[in-house]
């Protein structure tokens, strides 16, 4: 039988996947039959999670992470509300009965399976006209129960950056923990001046994912934690392992992401990304004024995402000419400047949308 094609990244415009850097893509291959799950048993994947955790640490303003190599964005998220639950039932001798979350209306869809799963209650709070968290929305959601304030770094519609020290501050005063969702703005944001990370604010918990802007093989999330009591949270006892405890939401888990996770990042961090950046960064502004050229209204690129009014069945004739692009909740254009979005591809894309 002859095996199907992977799908080639030509047209593709609205993934926040990319293709995998070569050191990442070898080193994935390398550790496919290794279970960093079992550290005990496969030690060298595990020191290569740990010196990755290292680096996710380094990025993050954290100098003595807590963490580990997640699936995912999603992962990562579900840990962050796991833990606070768990956290407020064990300190505060189980002081709700009914615990809370509370994030933006921008949040990710990730938090409504963590809710779900978990049993928790998810507050959503309106956004600014920016598109960013309104602080006095999220602060009159917080109440007595409420375990978790989420702040995003990077939205997946718009790329927008909340005021992650704000929101800390409301957590902190509601006795509840912040996490940062950076899963796709973690490796851009470093070269900006935002204020996002654990160095700018007392952030709790954040998900990095180096599977998206840090060019790893899928899948290769990252949860970290400023302090270890949130990893204690979540650990189970293994007894059949020669590890005593596993704190990670998945049991087997894939040493090809860990191990692709760690050579990305010891290829392309610093320079390497901040060379991306600026150069996506660049794409994005570009395509906005094509945009913008074309008549259509622009949301502008904070971080390299660009949203577009483009009507439906404009993106419909978009798709039939192979394009893989997809709207946003509220209907635009949505275009993510991965790696392997080129000025070329872009200048074809343009092509094809002024012609329509």
Not at 72 to 92: D, K
Request: hydrophobic fraction near 40%; charged fraction near 20%.
């Amino acid at each position: 039988m002859q095996v199907a094609a992977p799908q080639s990244f030509r047209r593709v415009l609205s993934s926040m996947c990319t293709e995998p850097h070569p050191a990442a893509r070898d080193a994935a291959e390398r550790f496919l039959a290794s279970n960093p799950g079992d550290p005990t048993t496969y030690p060298t994947v595990s020191a290569l999670e740990d010196e990755a955790v290292g680096i996710l640490g380094e990025m993050t303003g954290l100098e003595n992470p807590h963490g580990y190599i997640a699936s995912g964005g999603t992962e990562a998220n579900i840990q962050a509300v796991r833990a606070a639950r768990n956290l407020a039932e064990a300190e505060s001798g189980a002081r709700t009965d009914s615990p809370n979350i509370v994030a933006p209306e921008s949040a990710h869809f990730s938090f409504q399976k963590a809710a779900d799963v978990l049993g928790v209650e998810l507050r959503l709070a309106e956004v600014d006209a920016n598109r960013r968290a309104e602080p006095d929305a999220v602060a009159e959601l917080v109440d007595d129960d409420t375990v978790l304030v989420v702040g995003i770094a990077g939205t997946t519609e718009y790329g927008r950056v909340d005021p992650i020290p704000t929101l800390s501050e409301i957590a902190h005063d509601a006795g509840a923990l912040l996490h940062v969702d950076a899963a796709w703005g973690g490796f851009v944001l470093p070269f900006t001046d935002y204020e996002w990370n654990f160095d700018h604010a007392e952030v709790d918990t954040m998900g990095i994912d180096p599977h998206k802007m840090g060019q790893a093989a899928v899948p290769a999330g990252g949860f970290l934690a400023r302090e270890k009591r949130v990893l204690d949270a979540l650990a189970v006892e293994t007894p059949y392992l020669e590890s005593t405890s596993q704190a990670t939401l998945t049991g087997t888990r894939s040493g090809a992401g860990v191990a692709s996770a760690w050579a990305a990042m010891d290829e392309l961090w610093p320079a390497g990304y901040r060379e991306q950046y600026e150069r996506s960064q660049a794409n994005a502004e570009w395509i906005a004024e094509r945009f913008e050229a074309c008549g259509y209204d622009v949301v502008d690129p904070v971080l390299p995402l660009v949203a577009a009014d483009v009507p439906r069945k404009t993106v419909e004739e978009l798709q039939s000419l192979g394009w893989r692009v997809s709207p946003t909740g509220s209907g635009e254009l949505r275009i993510v400047c991965m790696p392997h979005v080129t000025r070329s591809m872009l200048e074809s894309f343009a092509a094809d949308l002024e012609s329509l």
